[in-house]
C-alpha cells in the first residue's frame, strides 16, 4: 500500500477488510477529529480526503451518503469544523396565554419511554403557557421490520422500564396485547423482527391512526391521557376499550372510529407527515420531543426539555403560579 500520498495530519491507520481485499476502507485519525478515506478498488489509490462529493466510507446497509440535512447535523461540530449554524440565542418574548411557547412532540403508540414521561407532559401542559403540539407516528418496524432496540440489549430496556415505572410510582406492565406484532421472547433467542404492512399489523395501525384523528381535533393531552395511557398502564383487551376511553374524555369515539375505518388513507397521510417532520430533528425514536427544531428523545432527557423551555422564558399559568405562592406561604 502507497502511504506517500496521505495527509501529513494523518497520525495512525487502521486498515479493514469488507467483501474481501478489493474492497478495503481506511479510518484515519488527525488530531482531534476523525475523518475517512475509501480506496479504489485494486488501484491502491486514495479517495479525496474531504471533498463534499467524495463517498468517504460506505454506510450501514440501509443507509445512504449524504445523510439528509437536520437541526442536528446543521449544529454538530468535531471541535475543528465549526457548525454550519450556530445554536439560536433563547427567545425574549413575554410568555403568557396569548403568547405562549410551542413545542412538537413525535411519539409513537408503541413508546414505553413516552408514557413514562406522561405525567410531566401532562402537568405540563396543565400548570405552564406552553403548547405541545401532538404528532403521532407510525411505530417505524412496521415500515421496515425492525422495532425498538437491538435484540442484546431490549431485555436490559425492559428491565430499566420497570424500575423508572416503580421509581416514579406509575403503573406499568407491556401492552396486553401489544401495538406491534414482533419477535420478543424467549430472551436469549429473540429478534425483534416485525412482520410489516397494515395486514400484519393491524393494531398499530389503527390505534396510530386514532391518534392522527385526536390530533386534527387538537385533542393530543385527552388521547395520551386515556388511549395511551391505557395501553400502558396494565388494562388488558385495551383495543376493545379505546372507544369508551376517548367517550369519558369528552371525544366522540364513535364517529373518530367509523371516520378512521372509511378514510384510513386520510390518517396515513398525517402520519406519514408526522414521521418526516420529525426526521428534520435529526433523531429517529418512537418518541421525541423538539423545541425550535432541537431533538429532546426519550423520558430521559424531559428535565432538559424543561430547562431549555424556562430559558426561553417558560412562565406559569396564572391559577397555577397562585396555587404555588399560598403552598408556599403555609
Known amino acids: 500500500m502507497n502511504h506517500k500520498n496521505l495527509p501529513d495530519s494523518v497520525r495512525d491507520i487502521e486498515e479493514l477488510t469488507k467483501e474481501g481485499d478489493d474492497r478495503r476502507r481506511l479510518l484515519l485519525a488527525g488530531g482531534a477529529g476523525l475523518t475517512a478515506a475509501a480506496l479504489a478498488a485494486g488501484s491502491g489509490s486514495v479517495l479525496a480526503q474531504t471533498t463534499d462529493t467524495a463517498k468517504r466510507v460506505q454506510p450501514r446497509a440501509g443507509f445512504t451518503i449524504p445523510f439528509p440535512q437536520n437541526w442536528a447535523s446543521d449544529h454538530v461540530t468535531d471541535d475543528v469544523h465549526p457548525p454550519i449554524k450556530e445554536m439560536p440565542p433563547p427567545l425574549t418574548a413575554n410568555v403568557n396565554p396569548d403568547n405562549p411557547l410551542e413545542y412538537d412532540l413525535f411519539i409513537s403508540m408503541n413508546s414505553a419511554s413516552g408514557y413514562l414521561m406522561l405525567d410531566r407532559l401532562m402537568a405540563l401542559s396543565e400548570d405552564y403557557n406552553v403548547k405541545m403540539n401532538f404528532r403521532p407516528i407510525l411505530p417505524r418496524g412496521v415500515l421496515n421490520g425492525e422495532e425498538g432496540d437491538f435484540p442484546y440489549t431490549y431485555n436490559y430496556n425492559v428491565v430499566e422500564f420497570r424500575r423508572i415505572a416503580k421509581f416514579l410510582d406509575v403503573a ?33 395501525y389503527y390505534v396510530s391512526r386514532m391518534a392522527a384523528a385526536a390530533a386534527l381535533q387538537h385533542q393530543g393531552e385527552a388521547f395520551l391521557d386515556s388511549v395511551y395511557r391505557m395501553i400502558w398502564n396494565g388494562t388488558r383487551d385495551w383495543p376493545n376499550q379505546v372507544i369508551p376511553a376517548l367517550e369519558k374524555a369528552g371525544l366522540d ?78
Open 172 to 204: 406499568f406492565e407491556l401492552p396486553n396485547p401489544q401495538v406491534v406484532v414482533q419477535d420478543v421472547w424467549p430472551p436469549l433467542t429473540r429478534s425483534l423482527d416485525a412482520p410489516i404492512g397494515e395486514e400484519n399489523q393491524k393494531l398499530a
Open 253 to 330: 369515539g364513535k364517529a373518530m372510529d367509523d371516520d378512521v375505518r372509511s378514510n384510513p388513507k386520510n390518517y396515513d397521510n398525517v402520519l406519514m407527515k408526522n414521521l418526516s417532520g420529525q426526521t428534520t430533528t435529526g433523531h429517529e425514536g418512537d418518541v421525541v420531543a423538539a423545541f425550535r427544531g432541537e431533538p429532546f428523545p426519550g423520558q430521559n432527557r424531559f428535565d432538559q426539555l424543561f430547562w431549555t423551555l424556562k430559558r426561553n422564558g417558560l412562565t406559569l399559568k396564572l391559577d397555577s403560579a397562585v396555587f404555588l405562592a399560598a403552598s408556599h406561604a403555609d
